[in-house]
Each structure stands twice: as structure tokens, then as C-alpha cells.
């Protein structure tokens, strides 16, 4: 977290930052992001998101002088991951678990009724499947995709 904490100032370090009020700022970069300290806020969500001061919020912590390690999550700290690991952890006895796999442990799907009718066979036609032939028309004896009945040659 400390190799984050050095990334994300050096990110932001030309950054401007305006201070609007006594813990909220204004920080200019590509986009102009609102830092509130006093609530861990900031507009682009980061800080939210992830319980850690994202590079606008650390812009404005470094702008006051205040320590950094007081805005991240007390949980992000060494002393809390060794408090969580401190307590011994039991093993979990295995006497209730019954040995193999009990009788009918297999989930079958349920039963489906057949729809009444003809099925219909959904197939995909390839690419060229679908390509026209041309004919020869009765009525005007000219080659298209027309025949007698549907020709449109005056007679």
C-alpha cells in the first residue's frame, strides 16, 4: 500500500489544487475533481470505491500537511492484518461428515413435456444457401429471377 500511496502522489504531484473551503479543495488536472476530507470524498469515486486516498485526495492532504495514513482504512494497516491472524483458528472436526457420497446425492433435471404438434427443424442455412437461380421467362424469353406469372413485360 505504501508503494500505491508513492505511485499515486508522484501521478499528481503538477497538479494545482485551490482550497474552496476548510476541508473541501478543488483540484486541477486534465478535469477539475472536488476533494472533501472531511467526509473522504472525491468526485472522481476512487477514494470510495477502494478506501484509499486516490492521487487528488493525496494532492490536498500534501497541500495542508497532514499525515496520509490518517485518511487510508485502518484495515489497509500491518497492525490490523496481524490482530486478524493472532487468534488461533480451530480445525474443523470431520466426525459429523459421513463418509462417501450419501445415496441419490446426483440432481437430475427435472422432466420436460413434450409440445404437441410437429417440431420444427431450426437449422442455419450456410452462406450461399440462399442464392437465386436465374430462369428463362416464357412470356419475354429474357433471363431473370421471374417467371410467366410474375413477369412484367407488356404484351
Not at 497492525?79 to 488461533?88: A, L, Q
Not at 462417501?100 to 444457401?129: Q, V, Y
Request: net charge positive; glycine share 6%; hydrophobic share 30%.
Amino acid at each position: 500500500m505504501e508503494k500505491r500511496l508513492v505511485k499515486r502522489i508522484q501521478l499528481g504531484r503538477t497538479w494545482k489544487v485551490t482550497k474552496s473551503a476548510d476541508d473541501v479543495f478543488e483540484v486541477h488536472s486534465n478535469n477539475i475533481f472536488c476533494v472533501d476530507l472531511k467526509r473522504f470524498f472525491c468526485s472522481c469515486n476512487v477514494w470510495t470505491i477502494e478506501s484509499f486516498p486516490c492521487e487528488h485526495a493525496l494532492q490536498c492532504i500534501l497541500s495542508i500537511g497532514e499525515d496520509m495514513h490518517k485518511f487510508c482504512d485502518p484495515y489497509l494497516a500491518v497492525s490490523d492484518f496481524r490482530d486478524s491472524y493472532s487468534h488461533s483458528i480451530n480445525p474443523i472436526p470431520d466426525i459429523e461428515k459421513p463418509k462417501g457420497k450419501p445415496e441419490g446425492s446426483f440432481i437430475l433435471p427435472p422432466d420436460t413435456k413434450r409440445t404437441p404438434g410437429r417440431r420444427r427443424n431450426k437449422r442455419k442455412e450456410s452462406m450461399g444457401a440462399r442464392e437465386r437461380k436465374l430462369r428463362k421467362c416464357s412470356r419475354c424469353n429474357l433471363y431473370g429471377y421471374h417467371n410467366r406469372a410474375t413477369c412484367t413485360a407488356g404484351c
